[in-house]
């Protein structure tokens, strides 16, 4: 057998490479699995009167004044946000693998193909995958024996700016202060101030997920013939030729907003495209 998935992870597509068999009809299965995805949040996030408390206190160690919002009981209570629960969601998933297989005197062969549709625990999230492969072999003459495999696959779906300090949306959730408001009164994103050594205002995580445009789009070929001559028993020779394509598409568009303290005043558009051919 042999697995085929996609970077996205969210589990991977599994499809069969046996062939078809002298004196068998040809067979065709379907495989379906159709699911929800439940985030699991690992990490249990102080709320907002518990960091609201440890920050009074570092302030009073620290001889330094104590911010006005965090004299204000009523005001941390009515903005207790968790961001990894306001960042995530269940997800539907639904997985698709169909095959066939046959073989006549002188021909096997195997034609297989799988799709798959899952939305990420990550509000908009997504991945879109398919892929198509064939396996044939043929006895051409009595001594020469000819196949091919050929895969393609084609993915779609978010991307992030791993490996970027704040970027990443986990990294984000656990770095913004459970008491600062996500929206205006009028529902609009408001920005957000950080934790720890880094502060300053940033943008907001829901924000981020919502607003950026940032898909990934792969497309891959790869094809292998080959041509197998039996010069004598026990004695063949064995040609083996082949060409492999990858292309990828970055698409990535940031909108214009403004947030008072955190805006971004153009359109921030990036279209990066790559093709390798062997």
């Known amino acids: 057998a042999a697995i085929y998935g996609s970077r996205a992870a969210n589990g991977v597509v599994l499809i069969t490479t046996k062939m078809g068999k002298k004196g068998q009809p040809t067979r065709v299965s379907l495989d379906t699995e159709v699911g929800l995805q439940t985030p699991v949040l690992g990490l249990e996030m102080t709320n907002a009167a518990e960091m609201a408390e440890i920050y009074n ?7 330094l004044a104590i911010p006005a919002e965090l004299q204000d009981p009523a005001f941390v ?22 095959q066939m297989t046959g073989a006549s005197d002188k021909t096997q062969f195997m034609l297989g193909g799988s799709y798959q549709r ?29 196949g091919t495999r050929i895969t393609g696959g084609y993915n779609y779906g978010t991307d992030f700016r791993n490996g970027v300090l704040f970027t990443t949306p986990w990294r984000q959730a656990t770095l913004t202060r459970p ?3 996500h929206l205006d009164a009028s529902g609009n994103y408001l ?34 013939a080959y041509a ?18 990858f292309a990828t598409k970055l698409y990535d568009l940031d909108p214009i907003f403004d947030r008072g303290d955190y805006n971004n005043p153009a359109i921030l558009l990036t279209d990066n495209r790559a093709t390798n051919l062997n």
Do not use: C
């Not at 101030?193 to 981020?208: E, I, L």
């Not at 028993?233 to 082949?242: A, D, E, I, R, S």
């Open 57 to 63: 206190e570092s302030f009073q160690e620290g001889g």
């Open 77 to 98: 209570a009515a903005n207790d946000n968790n961001w990894m629960k306001l960042m995530s969601r269940p997800a539907p998933y639904q997985k698709y693998n169909l």
């Open 118 to 146: 899952v939305d990420g625990v990550l509000i908009t999230t997504f991945n879109r995958n398919a892929t198509l492969r064939l396996n044939l072999d043929h006895q051409l003459r009595d001594r020469l024996k000819v």
């Open 179 to 181: 008491w600062v408001p």
């Open 191 to 224: 920005p957000v101030r950080r934790t720890g050594a880094f502060t300053g205002a940033a943008n907001n995580p829901v924000a981020n997920l919502e607003e950026e445009n940032r898909f990934l789009t792969q497309y891959s070929f790869l094809a292998n």
């Open 228 to 245: 197998e001559y039996e010069v004598v028993k026990n004695l063949k020779l064995k040609y083996l030729g082949g060409v492999e394509y």
